[in-house]
């Protein structure tokens, strides 16, 4: 993982390079506000630990500055200071800061901050992530429903014109069968009515059938038998 440290005193910031780095972390050092922000916006290290007291650009400053850039906005940072009054907490908490280091520190002391810090960013990333998987899912639902209807549409019309059809047929042979003059006749128009009536029948159960196959779950399959035309009776 990897840290910026901004600090103008060259002891402190060599000094903090050196513990980091002997705990396992990649160290990018700047010597003044100015630079430590272009650095962070370069890098776009993990964590940033930050002097309070800096000339060219202090580091109220420098967390103002990277709060205006979303690709920094959210990295960690942490204040390095001589002094942590509660009017100097305020005012870096107000601006973003994520917490104080007081100088003179110990090394259990940056390990626990530099710990909290990362504890939090990964509580943070996790949360982010389900609520981004809950926004897709919803969305994903809502195509479904979507895709659902704009089936459902199109089975339907064709439905439609499978029931026209024998209703059609059916009319004819009604009106034929009353015109009938011989036994024959009547019997050929009863069997055209049966037939189709028999034809009505079938679609309408295939009907209630497709009621409890439209679901989100089998959606992709109705949608790939639609375009082999499996379904193309309807």
């Known amino acids: 993982m990897k840290i910026v440290v901004i600090e103008d005193d060259e002891l402190i910031r060599e000094t903090l ?7 396992g972390f990649q160290v990018v050092t700047a010597e003044n506000g100015l630079v430590g922000v272009q650095i962070a916006q370069a890098e776009q290290p993990d964590l940033i630990i930050c002097d309070v007291m800096m000339p060219e650009l202090d580091g109220y400053g420098v967390l103002a500055q990277l709060q205006q850039h979303p690709e920094t906005a959210m990295i960690p940072f942490l204040f390095l200071t001589a002094r942590a009054s509660l009017t100097d907490m305020r005012q870096g908490m107000n601006l973003g800061a994520d917490d104080y280091l007081t100088k003179p520190f110990t090394l259990a002391e940056l390990r626990q901050a530099i710990a909290i810090r990362f504890s939090k960013q990964a509580s943070l990333m996790q949360q982010y992530c389900q609520e981004r998987d809950r926004a897709k899912s919803l969305q ?6 979507q895709n659902i209807a704009e089936v459902q549409e199109d089975i339907l019309k064709k439905m439609l014109l499978e029931l026209r059809n024998p209703l059609s047929n059916i009319s004819m042979a009604i009106y034929l069968l009353e015109r009938a003059t011989t ?3 009547r019997d050929r128009y009863l069997t055209i009515l049966k037939e189709e009536c028999a034809h009505e029948m079938a679609v309408l159960n295939k009907v209630e059938q497709l009621q409890g196959l439209l679901t989100s779950g089998n959606l ?4 790939r038998l ?7 009776e309807f």
């Open 183 to 185: 036994d024959q006749e």
């Open 140 to 145: 994903q639902q809502s195509q479904d429903h």
């Open 220 to 223: 992709k399959l109705i949608q």
């Open 17 to 23: 390079q050196e513990l980091l780095e002997l705990e």
């Open 226 to 232: 639609q375009g082999l035309n499996v379904l193309k």
